[in-house]
């Protein structure tokens, strides 16, 4: 599924290719046909995101509403004299104009949201990391982590705590801070707690920048035919790069965690 800066980055290029133009949408596989006539051939406002949630604003006051899950892919395609290609696969939503094409395929959620059911959405979902903030995002953050007796290792995984961090961004997040998974969200001390806000945006601001999940200072500036970007995510077994210790992989509420049992006493 992807984390939080892949939608991030997904957004900016709707924005890049369609923000200000008038859209032409249908359904190749017929499930948002109807849909789809509300928004097409409507002047397309902006893309934003939400943590894994982006949104698609439209001048006539829709909002559309995409969540890919597990499965969902976006394909973009730069157009030769306004042909459009063949459909490839099971296309949910085909938007285009004379000069540019994006397929959605597969997504778990692709609905036009009334305004009160998107503002309740998003008074639910947890601060994003990438959202402007005026301290009050991370004041949000940090209430919903020091009030919790949940270990850390699965609020960080809550969308409703904090939005757009999967399973790898928790696994080298927590690396990085040095807090075992299992500690209880209201054992961290206030300082633990904003450092893991800082450098959840830190991680995710690069990761929109670069397009990949990159975990380890420095990463960019090592023999490329070698990337090793991450400090624990996938090594279970291999020897921590600090302590040398293995790293251990467990199963936390169905999905695998990985850590440094020494690093993160």
Known sequence: ????HTVHRIANSFNELFAGKTLTIDSPQGRFSSSAKLISKQKFSKAWAIGKQMFLDFDNGQTLRIHLGIYGK?????LQNEELPEVQGQVRARFFTK???ADLRGPTICELIETHELTKLMQRLGP??????DGTEFKRFQRNISTSKTSIGLLLMN???IAG?????????????KINPHTPGKQLTPKQ??????????????????????????FLNEDPGKPERHHVYKRNGEPCRKCKTHIVLEV??????????MCQK
């Not at 994003?128 to 903030?133: C, E, F, G």
């Not at 800082?198 to 990159?214: A, F, N, P």
Request: aromatic share 10%; proline share 6%; glycine share 8%.
């Open 1 to 4: 599924m992807p984390e939080g």
């Open 99 to 101: 000069t540019d094409m």
């Open 193 to 218: 707690i904003k450092e893991l806000w800082k450098d959840s945006v830190h991680l995710l601001e690069l990761g929109v920048i670069h397009g990949v999940m990159l975990t380890r200072d420095g």
């Open 165 to 177: 961090i999967g399973n790898v961004y928790r696994a080298e997040i927590l690396y990085r801070a």
């Open 252 to 261: 936390m509420s169905g999905r695998k965690l990985y850590f440094c049992p």
């Open 74 to 78: 976006w394909r973009f395609v730069k």
């Open 159 to 161: 969308q409703d705590v």
């Open 128 to 133: 994003d990391p990438l959202n402007p903030d």
